[in-house]
């Protein structure tokens, strides 16, 4: 059951992105691929409408949703649209989400996820401060979805960095975990394989992170090597370098069974994600 990941370097103009993306998403399919992994920002990068752009799309005025479904039903394809900016299905009025979507490959829309953790934090780079509070709101929701490789968990990008989500989406029955993602240069250099392979490891999922990768408006540059990690927390297929690519592994549903098995921390675990609110008590010698 082959799996994709894509990298791409996604600018501000949303029809060449979409260009590009098509392309990337027909290799995948050359390949055999059921399931592919579009990065963050994929149609829109560095982009400061992007209020009018998720509108646009939620009033079915925009090319972004209409050529995602197409993508899918034309190469039967499921795939996860990195992130969209989308307001509330059914407020349209609202300030947009970092929604990742999921369609199927007949062209419907299976889930939707709305980024939980929010982008606000300053680093060295030439941009200095990112500030994602000040285009989206935050998400809500936990979402878990099947697909035909598998139970699909969903997130993004910096929920990296908050494993709680991670365990509670093995709780509900992950088996992958999507990671579109646009990891700035210099967070990326110092935690992003770290970050994807103990998601994976802690977890026992296929990580899929599929990420922008080289120079963007703004000024912004992103880390890049996207990458498929699986259970044991070992690298499948990774880009090193800047720029476009399709990554493609297989998933092994019996190795990652055995793996499970043989060491079982889902039944181990102790602690839960509500146990986060009991005090804690710390032993002085």
């Not at 972004?64 to 349209?92: F, K, M, N, Q």
């Not at 697909?147 to 709680?164: A, H, I, M, Q």
């Not at 690519?245 to 509500?274: G, K, Y």
Request: with cysteine; aromatic share 6%.
């Amino acid at each position: 059951m082959n799996l994709a990941v894509i990298q791409m370097v996604s600018q501000d103009d949303v029809l060449a992105n979409l260009a590009c993306a098509r392309r990337l998403l027909e290799q995948a399919a050359e390949q055999g691929c059921r399931l592919a992994v579009l990065p963050e920002n994929f149609a829109a990068m560095g982009r400061r409408d992007l209020a009018a752009i998720g509108r646009a799309e939620a009033l079915g005025q925009g090319p972004i949703l209409p050529w995602l479904y197409s993508c899918a039903r034309e190469l039967d394809l499921w795939i996860v649209a990195g992130t969209l900016p989308l307001p509330p299905d059914d407020r349209p009025e609202e300030r947009p989400r970092a929604c990742s979507l999921l369609i199927d490959a007949e062209g419907q829309r299976v889930a939707r996820y709305d980024k939980l953790h929010l982008f606000d934090v300053d680093v060295h780079d030439n941009r200095g401060s990112y500030r994602e509070s000040d285009d989206f709101v935050h998400g809500e929701r936990i979402v878990v979805a099947d697909t035909p490789v598998g139970r699909l968990g969903l997130t993004v990008c910096y929920d990296l960095r908050f494993p709680e989500l991670y365990v509670a989406l093995r709780d509900a029955g992950a088996e992958l975990i999507s990671a579109p993602s646009a990891f700035t240069a210099v967070t990326g250099a110092a935690h992003w394989q770290v970050l994807i392979r103990s998601r994976a490891i802690e977890t026992q999922c296929y990580l899929l992170a599929a990420g922008q990768g080289g120079e963007h408006p703004g000024p912004r540059r992103t880390f890049g090597h996207s990458a498929i990690v699986d259970p044991w927390g070992q690298v499948l297929a990774e880009r090193q370098e800047d720029g476009e690519s399709v990554l493609v592994a297989a998933r092994d549903s019996a190795e990652q069974a055995a793996v499970r098995q043989r060491m079982p921390v889902q039944q181990h675990r102790r602690l839960s994600v509500s146990d986060a609110s009991r005090p804690v008590v710390v032993e002085k010698a």
